[in-house]
């Protein structure tokens, strides 16, 4: 009997436990309501095997790939391969997706990666990837993530993942060796002109050039934010708006008047390069993106060099180069979108921001706390950061699908003009004649 009424309380009591259990639901026929019970634990899919490939067409090296990405990513998602696969012999784009080759991040800057992927067809649409991670576009630099809603419809075909701007590398030995006041921070374009003229000569057989800067990066990244194209009537605008004339005479033909320097470019058919900024050193300034020495430690460490903001136009006081971000985007071919999407995840985060900051790699994130560790971790932490982020970005301007074409266009034009091939004024007709060229043929692909 007292066996009997021991299992009666038993029975009574596991009852009772499992009805708290299932929230005190009560009876239900047997059949528990979808959405009752304790919730599924959410799959971690880092935990299980995957295989993500980069690759890129801007051949940079795997070294720096590694330096900048490939070593966090790896030391942070132990399960997954990252390969990257190089720009080279047989792995050009076009030769990549003509063998079949898969690759499931591709990245490149803006414009740039635009081009590559819109032509390609490569391009995908991760809104849905971004939304159901929860990450929040509102913490990187709004002009950014315009920039790629707006050459898309208001897709998202990549994320933002590191950045750069234009700034003023010089070189403090040759400044010594004329007896030259080093640059400063807030130099206007025709103050850092006026300064080249003391540096700009040719002594002992060696061409000395006070001033130069990368053609191409000047005009992608153009201070005065001109569009490149009216995206209305798809034309070209290096001939309707005459801000392009003010630009090439400031940026590209005043720098390099000294007699010994046009008779040099002149000559060489070509304005010196980073090359001979950082291995020839016959250079005292140059403008370039400011993640070169990232690029060239081995030059930068053998170099007695510093930086300071890119010069401003008059009128424009305090105004840099546009951003020129690296854009990485999931593509239609990619193995596994979700294991690439939280690799992506983790590359914006605080903490991968904040280390690439270190290492001197402009982040994509509009915080002030990860930029104020810019540089601290690099070879050169000596050197002056500050020049970074001392001018505020020029507005990035529509873009067009065909952006990277009309770039290249213009740059070798404004660069004939520079070099002295043809006057400015013929360089900028010829550039709108063959960049009308480069739109009808853009189009005559699209099927448009």
Known sequence: MKKS???????????????????????????????????KPVKDITKEPAEIIFYSNNGDPTESFDYRFGDSIRKKFPNYTIKYIMKGQGTNLPELLASGTRFDIFFQTIGNFESSAFDNGIEYDMSGLIASSKLDLNRFEPSIIEAIKQTSGGKMFALPISNTNLILYYNKSLFDKFGAAYPKDGMTWEQVTELSKKLSRNEGGTQYYGLTQSSTHSVRMRQLSIPLADLKTDTPSINTDDRWKTFFQTVFINPTQEASVKEA?????????????????????????????????????????????????QDMPGIGSQ?????????KMAQNKEAAMEVLKYMVSDEFQTELARKGIMPVLKNEAIQKEMGKDSPFKDKNWGAVFYNKFAPIPPLVAYEAQLAGVYQAYGTKAQIGTVDLNTAMRQAEEDAKKQIADFKQKQGK
Do not use: R
């Not at 499992?18 to 304790?38: P, V, W, Y």
């Not at 951003?323 to 593509?331: D, E, N, R």
């Open 323 to 331: 951003s020129y971000p690296a854009y990485f985007g999931i593509t």
């Open 5 to 39: 009424l021991h299992m009666i309380v038993m029975l009574t009591m596991t009852a009772a436990l499992l009805g708290a259990c299932s929230g005190g639901a009560g009876t239900n026929d047997g059949k528990e309501s979808e959405g009752q019970g304790a919730e």
């Open 265 to 313: 470019i002149s000559k060489e058919n070509k304005v010196p390069s980073a090359a001979e900024f950082a291995k020839t050193k016959n250079v005292a300034m140059f403008n370039y993106v400011s993640t070169l020495m990232t690029v060239w430690e081995k030059e930068f460490k053998e170099l007695d060099w510093d930086m300071v903001s890119m010069p401003t136009f």
